[in-house]
C-alpha cells in the first residue's frame, strides 16, 4: 500500500453541514476501498493566491490515507465532478506502507494523547511501540528548543530586572 | 601586473560565504504546506529565486522547487503575483 495525502480545496459559500456531507463522502470512499485514514486535517478557511473559479477565499482540508491507486482515481473522479470542491491535489508520500504498522501508530499516538502524562511514561509507552518510536520522539525534541529559549529570555529578563533593582538601589 | 593582481584579490574579499538554511538548521523543513518559509525564496513576484543567490545546496533547492510549484498547484503560492498583494 501507499501513503497518499490530498488537499481539498472546498467552496467557503458553502454551510458547514454541505461541507459536511462532502467530507463524508470522501471518508467513506476511503473505507469503502479498504484504505485507512491517517489523518484529517481542516486548516479552515484561508485567503487563496490567486481565484479559482471566482473564489478569493476556500476552505482546506487535508486528508492523508493509506491506499492503492485505484482508490485516489476514485476519490479523484470524485471531487472533479463535485462542484463543493474548488481544487485539489494528491500527492504520494510513501511508496510502501505497511496499513497495519500504521494503524498501530496512530493507536499508540491516540494512547499517548489520552494519558498526556509527564516524560518518563511517555518513554516507556515510545519503547513499547518500538518501531513507531522515530516519528514520536521528534516533536517533543521540537518543542523543547523553543522552550529553552523562551527560558534563556525570561533569564534575562530577571538579569535585566535586577540590573534595575540594583540601579535603583544605588540611585 | 601589479595593480591587476591587487584587483583581483579585493574582489575575494568581497564574496560572503553563502550557506544552506536547510542544511544548517534541522528543524527547517522544506514542506509544501508551510507557504511562509517557501516565501522566503520567492521574489516578491512569486517567481523561485536561484540557488546562487539563496545559496541553497543541491538536495535542498531540488525539493525546494517541487514544493513551491506543489504550493502554486493549490493556491498557497501565487504563480505570478502583482506587488499589491504582498
Redesign the interface.
Known amino acids: 500500500m501507499r501513503m497518499y495525502e490530498t488537499?481539498v480545496?472546498v467552496n467557503p459559500a458553502l454551510s458547514q453541514e454541505e461541507r459536511q456531507s462532502l467530507l463524508d463522502k470522501l471518508t467513506n470512499l476511503i473505507s469503502d476501498a479498504q484504505g485507512l485514514l491517517v489523518k484529517f486535517d481542516e486548516w479552515g478557511e484561508?485567503r487563496?493566491?490567486?481565484e479559482?473559479k471566482k473564489e478569493t477565499r476556500?476552505y482546506y482540508v487535508?486528508m492523508e490515507f493509506c491506499g492503492g491507486g485505484s482508490l485516489v482515481k476514485e476519490l479523484e473522479r470524485n471531487l472533479r465532478l463535485d462542484d463543493r470542491a474548488l481544487?485539489y491535489?494528491t500527492?504520494c508520500i510513501d511508496k510502501e506502507v505497511d496499513p497495519e504498522r500504521v494503524k498501530a501508530e496512530i493507536e499508540a499516538a491516540a494512547k499517548e494523547e489520552e494519558e498526556s502524562k509527564p516524560e518518563p511514561v511517555q518513554e516507556v509507552a515510545a519503547v513499547q511501540a518500538q518501531e513507531d518510536a522515530p516519528p514520536e520522539e521528534t516533536p517533543p525534541e521540537?518543542t523543547s528548543?523553543p522552550t529553552t529559549g523562551e527560558t534563556e529570555v525570561q533569564e534575562n529578563h530577571a538579569q535585566s530586572s535586577e540590573k534595575e533593582e540594583a540601579a535603583n538601589g544605588s540611585v | 601586473m601589479a595593480a591587476y593582481r591587487q584587483r583581483r584579490q579585493k574582489r575575494r574579499v568581497f564574496r560572503r560565504r553563502k550557506i544552506c538554511r536547510f542544511c544548517a538548521d534541522s528543524s527547517f523543513v522544506v514542506d509544501y504546506k508551510n507557504a511562509r518559509t517557501l516565501r522566503l525564496f520567492t521574489t516578491e513576484r512569486g517567481k523561485i529565486i536561484p540557488r546562487r543567490i539563496s545559496g541553497n545546496c543541491a538536495k535542498h533547492q531540488r525539493q525546494l522547487t517541487t514544493a513551491i510549484k506543489r504550493a502554486r498547484t493549490i493556491a498557497l503560492m501565487p504563480y505570478a503575483a502583482t506587488l499589491s498583494l504582498y
Open positions: 488537499t480545496i484561508k487563496l493566491a490567486y479559482i476556500g487535508l481544487k491535489m500527492v521540537e528548543e
